[in-house]
């Protein structure tokens, strides 16, 4: 059974540091490519970073770049999100997903999945 399980969000002060895991199972992760998305309460989901299948092409959308990593580990069958000077505005739903053939950045801008998570909270709050 193909499955895909974030952990890692919370609820954590603005500048404050985050790493989401996104653990993936019944399928092998290199042969995938993965994103991490995310959905504010009242807006669209929206792609936040995607990773090709070897780690060579990285997509990362403009409201992130700089503050969030992204990073795989296939032979854990793990991504990573990396989140540091976290904003209220990062609060959101996260969730992973994964695809088999599109590029990183049409993964990301077009909410392309296969697979889904069930997602994970981040709340950014004082």
């Known amino acids: 059974q193909v499955q895909l399980v974030e952990s890692g969000g919370g609820l954590v002060q603005p500048g404050s540091s985050l790493r989401l895991s996104c653990a993936a199972s019944?399928?092998?992760?290199?042969?995938?490519?993965i994103g991490w998305f995310r959905q504010a309460p009242g807006k669209e989901r929206e792609g936040v970073s995607c990773?090709?299948?070897?780690?060579?092409?990285?997509y990362y959308s403009d409201f992130v770049e700089g503050r969030f990593t992204i990073s795989r580990d296939n032979a854990k069958n793990t991504v990573y999100l990396q989140m540091n000077s976290l904003k209220p505005e990062d609060t959101a739903v996260y969730y992973c997903?994964?695809?088999?053939?599109?590029?990183?950045?049409?993964?990301?801008?077009?909410?392309?999945?296969?697979?889904w998570g069930q997602g994970t909270q981040v709340t950014v709050s004082s």
């Open positions: 990773v090709s299948k070897r780690s060579y092409n990285l």
């Open positions: 997903a994964a695809a088999a053939a599109p590029t990183v950045m049409t993964m990301c801008r077009q909410n392309f999945g296969e697979y």
């Open positions: 019944g399928f092998t992760l290199e042969d995938y490519v």
